[in-house]
């Protein structure tokens, strides 16, 4: 029975570096790294070379913007440790593949972004993420951005994102057996 270790906080926290920390101390070269951000931009392709650049080179790389609990299913194997990065993004691919973009997903979603079967399909998600996690022999450790501290978005579209993420970190924590959130880079075991 694997263990799930849930990594929270703000932008630019070191979420990111505490949990590869975390997986390079559980599974040294045995971690399998799984990232959900699609870079469709010159910035994001930045973050991501970032991020792939300060892990080790040894770490095998999976890519998976959605169903993330079937694509480590198919390839995880036996590894020590599973790093997930993140259910920020995760959580947005499900919630725009459905609602935008179309023109500006802000002023016009092709959906309502509160409707309950979007709600439905990311709590689905991430209960199948959370099984993944019980059924591996190793850890699994998943980051995501705590973005209800902050100011309320002025569009729909971003009220019902913070919404969603809030309820999935939740749910995800429920299943944890350790939870931790950063503030500033210092860690805080929270559960």
């Given at each position: 029975m694997g263990r799930l270790i849930l990594v929270l906080?703000?932008?630019?926290?070191?979420?990111?570096?505490?949990?590869?920390?975390?997986?390079?101390?559980?599974?040294?070269?045995?971690?399998?790294?799984?990232?959900?951000?699609?870079?469709?931009?010159d910035e994001m392709h930045l973050r991501v070379e970032k991020h792939r650049s300060s892990?080790?080179?040894?770490?095998?790389?999976?890519?998976?913007?959605?169903?993330?609990?079937?694509?480590?299913r198919q390839v995880a194997g036996e590894v020590q440790a599973i790093l997930v990065d993140c259910l920020t993004f995760l959580v947005a691919n499900r919630l725009l593949a459905v609602s935008g973009p179309e023109e500006d997903p802000f002023d016009h979603p092709r959906s309502d972004p509160f409707d309950e079967t979007i709600e439905?399909?990311?709590?689905?998600?991430?209960?199948?993420?959370?099984?993944?996690?019980?059924?591996?022999?190793?850890?699994?450790?998943?980051?995501?951005n705590e973005v209800g501290m902050g100011v309320v978005p002025a569009y729909d579209l971003g009220r019902a994102y913070r919404d969603l993420l809030g309820r999935a970190n939740q749910q995800l924590a429920d299943h944890a057996d350790e939870v931790y959130f950063l503030v500033a880079g210092i860690p805080m075991r929270v559960k």
């Open positions: 906080g703000g932008v630019r926290s070191c979420k990111s570096t505490f949990a590869e920390d975390k997986a390079r101390k559980i599974g040294g070269d045995d971690v399998l790294y799984v990232a959900t951000a699609q870079a469709e931009d892990r080790p080179h040894s770490w095998p790389t999976l890519e998976a913007p959605q169903d993330v609990g079937s694509a480590i439905a399909k990311v709590l689905e998600e991430v209960e199948a993420l959370a099984s993944c996690a019980q059924e591996i022999n190793g850890s699994m450790i998943v980051v995501s």
